[in-house]
């Protein structure tokens, strides 16, 4: 339920709409630079703003059936504030014309009838895989209606400097309500969004932003003090800094990723970490001579591969528009092309964990099953024994890890670590 004690700035919520809804660029982008281009608006006016936007994605199938025909920004706005909100009309009526007086009164009771694809909000072509995958119409329905809800701010303690009940401790000083995240030892979950970035625990490099789905991930490779590992798609580093911890700042660890812009985000990152280990390098593409040199010498390789990102849409909604089948089927090639190329720097004895953020066995499964096909010198470990030798109370019912907002509280992931053999 939205606070309406505060004025609604319906005009506002609209322009706001019209620049995000053609999905040519990433929504929070998006409205960053409207913020930016529009400094009078208050805090509380950006508040309404951001959160009738990030709900109108979530759950524009929905609103899209429940105003037909009037698919503007504005009857998009006004639905979302309605029926998504809890926004009473007398918040919005001395903005409302005689006609949508009227229309407003009528939407308020509708509730039309949804396609599966609609009630999950996920798009038909991803709701057709899925269904060709196994999943039954009722799960797909759970994982969608999972990732309807916005996800809460997860916190990474940097246990170089840290320590998980230390910085709770410090947070319930400051009268910031936050909890202990189920599986990860590192996580903290905050129970309210908070301006992270100008708390002294972000600035002095103690915590970072990280999903609890994410930080599995690096438990799942485990690397240990003085190893060799490498973090194959390291983007702006979040896993290379959780990796980096791990390995006590000892080792080497190489961080690749093909675009400079985002290495450079990992920056102040590094520095505020405090790390010494991590070795940040481009590289021109997943066959890039630089690689070379590394061949056969890693003991552990983390394959976060670019996907589709629609396990993460609890945080970023507008990736359902800028998808379909054809541009997954492209990852699909770079997938397997990536996973390749990392696999050759993994020692005899080393492990290998392919991961991503979508929920489709497109990008997950069965990505690894023909890897395993064509690569006989790798097998897959037992994920639940790897867990438990992390300490993280976590089943999986198979080999993989399955990670999905309504089972897990945390974006969906997916990984499967594996083992090089010597034959």
Known sequence: MADSSSPIPLLAI????????????????????????????GASDRHHIAETVFATLRRLSYLRVLIAPYDTPRAFAIAALIKLRGVPIRAIEHDLGRDE???????KGAHPELTLSEQAELPPWAVTSLQGSGMSDEAILALGRGMQRPAPLDLRVNTIKAKREDVLAQLEREGIAAEATPYSPFGIRLKDKIALNKHSLFAGGKVEVQDEGSQLLGLLLAPKRGEMVTDFCAGAGGKTLLLGAMMQSSG??????????????????????????????RIEHERDSRISRLVNKMDRVLVDAPCSGLGTL??????????????????NTLQRNILQSASRLVR???RLVYATCSILPAENQ???????????????????????????????????????????????????ALVRHDY
Do not use: C
């Not at 400079?260 to 920056?267: N, V």
């Open 14 to 41: 609209v322009s706001a709409l019209h620049r995000v809804l053609p999905a040519e660029h990433p929504a929070d982008t998006v409205l960053s630079h409207f913020f930016r281009t529009h400094p009078k608006l």
């Open 101 to 107: 007086k009227e229309w407003v009164v009528t939407l």
């Open 252 to 281: 080497r660890l190489y961080a690749f990723d093909v675009a400079e812009g985002r290495l450079s985000k990992m920056k102040p990152r590094l520095a505020r970490s405090g790390l010494s280990n991590v070795h940040p390098q």
């Open 314 to 331: 609890r945080r970023n909604p507008d990736l359902k528009l800028r998808q379909n089948a054809e541009s997954v089927a492209e990852l």
């Open 348 to 350: 005899v004895g080393g």
């Open 366 to 416: 069965e990505i690894v099953q023909a890897f395993l096909a064509d690569n006989p010198q790798f097998s897959l470990l037992p994920v639940n024994e790897l867990l438990a030798a992390q300490r993280v109370d976590l089943t999986m019912p198979d080999e993989y890890l399955n990670l999905t907002a309504h089972q897990h509280g945390t974006d969906g992931f997916f990984a499967a």
